[in-house]
Structures are given as C-alpha cells and as structure tokens.
T-cell receptor
Framework: QKEVEQNSGPLSVPEGAIASLNCTYS??????FFWYRQYSGKSPELIMF????GDKEDGRFTAQLNKASQYVSLLIRDSQPSDSATYLC??????????FGAGTRLFVKA | DGGITQSPKYLFRKEGQNVTLSCEQN?????MYWYRQDPGQGLRLIYY???????QKGDIAEGYSVSREKKESFPLTVTSAQKNPTAFYLC???????????????FGPGTRLTVL
C-alpha cells in the first residue's frame, strides 16, 4: 500500500513565526508533489507544487523536496491567522493518480 | 465562469436508500475523480475516469457506482451496500496528465452526506 504520512498536529505557531510542515512518502516512483490547503468544511486548494529536488519558493511559501529521503516539506514564513487550516501533502505517479496524506492542522495564534 | 459544481451541498439519506451525488465541470478536463473524506483523515479515492465512457475503481469502491457518459459529468451513486456512507464527498477534475508535471486537481465544493 503506497502511503503519504503526515503528522496530524495540531501545530501551533505565533503570528509572524515560521510554520514547518513535513511529509514522507513510500512510493519511490512518485514524480510530482503537492501541498493543498483545506479550510474547515471547504474543499482543498493547491498552494504549492514541486517535482525537482531542492527548494521552490512562492511568496511566503517554500516547498522542499528530497527524493533520496522521500521527504517533502512546506515552510510558511510570517504566518498569519488566515493560514490556520489543514495542509494536505500529496504525491503523484505517472501524471495521474494522486495519493493524499491525512493532513496537518495548523493554528496561527494572533 | 469556469469551475466544478457539486450538488446538493447537504444530503440526508435513510438506511437502505441509494442516493446520487452530482458533479459537473466546465473546465474541459479529461479526468474526473471522486474522493471520500472522514473527520481527521485524508482523501480516499473512490472512482476515477480518464476519458468518457471509461472509469476505474479507486481504493474504496465497494458500495459505490459511477458513470461517465459526458465529459462534463461524473455522478456518484452511494448504494445501500455501502456500510458507513456518512462522510464528506469531494469531486475533482484535472487536465490530461504528464508524468512529472503540474497535474493539479481542481476540487468542487463537496457534498456532506449523512445517513439517518
């Protein structure tokens, strides 16, 4: 069974701090990796996509991928209360089938 | 205004009844998916379809059925054989995927099904 593992949290950080979310995956054939944000009762929305080893930055968000360690992370700089949500890590193989982790709940305290 | 719509938003069902959840997209996407989400859990794939008139079972297909007669539509039927159907159901779509590419899935707003 191919899996994506995340710490369920909750992860609590003060406003303005860096939030660090981590994810590991079991399928070495995974090629693309995604971070989705899901607010309570809402559907997921994509915030970051990465497929190469290293870092990818987009505004306050940085995704990091280490294929040798099968590890993906998401850093959120200058965390805001509006960042409070569940963050889902996902891996994809062959451009199609996506496996989602259970998500990490993040709370940003004002 | 492009997007994915799901209806109804909330659905109540009595035990033993079949119900059908609607999913429509006007994004011209080839692939469509149905996921189930239970509290504190991630998304579990029920069924997916890459082209019209073709679909495959996901990880938890038992008790569910789908059809893909039109590119825009992918309805999900929750049958009475599904033992624990109370959950949040999400429909998604994506363009034809490329390995290693940004094959993002776009999600509808979801249907919350409760069995009474």
């Amino acid at each position: 069974q191919k899996e994506v593992e995340q710490n369920s949290g909750p992860l609590s950080v003060p406003e303005g701090a860096i939030a660090s979310l981590n994810c590991t995956y079991s399928d070495r054939g995974s090629q693309s990796f995604f971070w989705y944000r899901q607010y309570s009762g809402k559907s997921p929305e994509l915030i970051m996509f990465i497929y190469s080893n290293g870092d990818k930055e987009d505004g306050r968000f940085t995704a990091q991928l280490n294929k040798a360690s099968q590890y993906v992370s998401l850093l959120i700089r200058d965390s805001q209360p509006s960042d409070s949500a569940t963050y889902l890590c996902a891996s994809q193989t062959g451009g199609f089938k996506t496996i989602f982790g259970a998500g990490t709940r993040l709370f940003v305290k004002a | 205004d492009g997007g994915i719509t799901q209806s109804p938003k909330y659905l109540f069902r009595k035990e033993g009844q079949n119900v059908t959840l609607s999913c429509e997209q006007n994004l011209n996407h080839d692939a469509m998916y149905w996921y189930r989400q239970d509290p504190g859990q991630g998304l579990r794939l029920i069924y997916y379809s890459q082209i019209v008139n073709d679909f495959q079972k996901g990880d938890i297909a038992e008790g569910y059925s789908v059809s893909r007669e039109k590119k825009e539509s992918f309805p999900l039927t929750v049958t009475s054989a599904q033992k624990n159907p109370t959950a949040f159901y999400l429909c998604a779509s994506s363009p034809r995927g490329v390995a290693g590419g940004r094959n993002e899935q776009f999600f509808g707003p979801g249907t919350r099904l409760t069995v009474l």
